[in-house]
């Protein structure tokens, strides 16, 4: 396939100093960024056709081009969004262009609000999650496993591999992170161990997460891949939602992921990074703190009542102090735990899923969807069928095995 | 004088400043000085992530950072200015500042400064514009140092 050509609409990026860095994180996924030629008359028309009325003229652009793009004007393989982080207005308008796109075009779309600390290494996995839907839906259409294959997923927190054979789960292995290399190694021995199956026998190899890159070329991988992609398949595989609609949450160690999925393929995501009291640090800061398991902490919650404590921030150091207050005043157990699951909740909720088409079923992943409070309190905030697949911890390596599948016949 | 001129990159507005004997300051000068300083390769202004941090002097952190990296083009122009056109509500193709918050921080840097400033609408018919030309005419035969 030729090189995929990403449109690009955007305010302040080169005035942020960062236009460089997005272009660069394109051409590592093998894509090339555009603009949308458009005149000045169409630029002056565009609020009117758009809807929606802007004070900046850089806004009024970006809605230009978003029509140009629409209306077939400018040919484009999938559309990246980006404004300035803390632009009120740009945040409307960043918004309402991911879903005039991702409704009118059926084009893949990403946004993201960059400051001049935005690199190209932050933009990489969401380039590389946008490249992946336009250039490998053939890929993307699998829905079985079949023959012997493997996945790993190198996690920030945990790494963790799976064996399937045809369509089943054999084995797997989940380790803590350390030595991202020597972590594989040994969830993937497990795994093999677990499935009685020899390494040589394996047909196939899929990785995903932050260590991917550094796998891939030590295992000699098929498929690379960012956990975007890989999460989505995994997540409606387990579920067994793979037609349809489905909204894909997944707390991680280090970031947190929400997913609009449709048949499988990811449409609009977001992907949350800059507060630690929205992820499974959190939680696990908070088990230590009550002196229990992490895998503990979820039945404990479900025994508590949030609403008995008081959190006065987001913020990791001070929501921890906040339950440490509570604890000095007598608080329950189960009360703080569940306090902390509704504040990771309520997090993603106002942080992350304002940002994607939320619509039912809601998946949970990854290892933090076994903390049961955490589903429970994403329920309680969207009222709305939340699942948890069987092994939605593995939803990584379980998303890339399957995958990787699709290599044995290629 | 220097005269800083809104939009700052009003081609009419250069254009009169300077038929009447004064320098007008655009942003287009700066934005040349970036694009010809060699050893930089920050495409497409050659603005780099370190020139939002030179914004800091007028606006916060907390202030999107493509305001502050606009603002560091501006620090000379506003340093500069001994006198200040600036016209309000005029269509992009007169003069198009990009980011409306950019725009107000600037006017109100100006206005701040306690130089002759002359505030105009945009014309909208021919009587009016003939009045507008005739103003910022005015305005800078006044100014010591134009052309009379």
């Keep these: 396939m030729n090189e995929i050509e990403v449109a690009q609409i955007s305010c302040g990026s080169e005035y942020t100093g960062v236009q460089g860095e997005i272009e660069s994180a394109a051409e590592q996924v093998g894509a090339k960024i555009i603009f949308p030629d458009i005149d000045l008359d169409e630029v002056e028309e565009a609020e009117a056709k758009f809807g929606l009325k802007v004070t900046s003229p850089d806004l009024k652009l970006m809605l230009a081009r978003a029509i140009s793009v629409v209306e077939g004007h400018t040919t484009a393989d999938a559309v990246f969004i980006g404004t300035c982080f803390r632009c009120a207005e740009g945040a409307l308008v960043r918004n309402e262009i991911r879903r005039y796109i991702h409704e009118k075009s059926g084009l893949p779309v990403i946004s993201y609000s960059y400051t001049e600390r935005t690199t190209a290494e932050t933009l990489l996995t969401r380039m590389e999650a946008l490249t992946t839907v336009a250039k490998r839906r053939s890929l993307l259409a699998r829905e079985v496993q079949t023959g012997l294959t493997a996945g790993i997923d190198s996690g920030s927190t945990t790494t963790k591999a799976v064996v399937m054979k045809d369509d089943e789960i054999l084995g797997f292995g989940w380790v803590g992170t350390t030595d991202v290399q020597k972590s594989a190694e040994n969830a993937l021995s497990k795994a093999l161990s677990e499935s009685g199956i020899e390494r040589d026998a394996i047909q196939s190899i899929g990785v995903t997460g932050y260590g991917r890159f550094l796998l891939g070329e030590s295992f000699n991988a098929d498929l690379v ?144 969807s076994l903390i049961e409070g955490l589903p429970h309190a994403m329920h309680e905030l969207l009222q709305a069928e939340v699942i948890v697949p069987p092994y939605s911890q593995l939803i990584g390596a379980v998303g890339s095995a399957l995958l990787a599948s699709g290599f044995i016949e290629e | 004088m220097n005269i800083f001129i809104y939009p700052s990159n009003s081609l009419i507005l250069y254009d009169l400043v300077e038929r009447f004997g004064h320098k007008p300051l655009a942003v287009m000068q700066e934005i040349r000085k970036k694009v010809t300083t060699a050893g930089i390769d920050s495409p497409p202004l050659n603005i780099t992530p370190e020139d939002p941090k030179h914004g800091l002097k007028y606006a916060a952190v907390e202030v999107p950072a493509g305001v502050r990296g606009r ?45 002759p400033i002359l505030e105009l609408n945009y014309p909208t018919s021919d009587d009016e514009a003939r009045n507008f030309v005739y103003q910022i005419s005015e305005f800078l035969n006044k100014l010591q140092g134009g052309e009379t």
């Design chain 1, 225 to 368: 891949q960012e956990e975007i992609t890989v999460n989505s398949k995994g997540a409606v595989y387990l579920a067994d939602r793979q037609k349809g609609v489905a909204t894909v949450i997944d707390v991680g160690g280090m970031d947190n992921k929400a997913i609009s999925v449709q048949d499988g393929i990811p449409g609009i995501f977001t992907m949350g990074g800059i507060c630690a009291g929205a992820s499974g640090r959190f939680l696990e800061m908070t088990a230590k703190r009550l002196g229990v398991d992490i895998t503990e902490l979820g039945k404990l919650a479900l025994a508590g009542d949030a609403s008995k404590i008081s959190m006065n921030s987001y913020c990791i150091v001070f929501g921890i102090q906040s339950l440490v207050n509570s604890l000095s005043k007598g608080a329950r157990h189960e009360d703080v735990a569940a306090a902390a699951c509704y504040s990771v909740a309520e997090q993603v909720f106002e942080q992350q899923l304002q940002e994607v088409e939320v619509k039912e079923p809601i998946i949970m992943v990854g290892g933090t």
């Design chain 2, 71 to 115: 603002m560091s083009l501006f620090d000379q122009l506003i340093g500069d200015a001994e006198a200040a056109i600036l016209v309000e509500d005029a269509p992009i193709g007169f003069g198009c500042m990009g980011c409306q918050r950019t725009s107000e921080l600037i006017g109100f840097l100006i206005r701040a400064k306690r130089v």
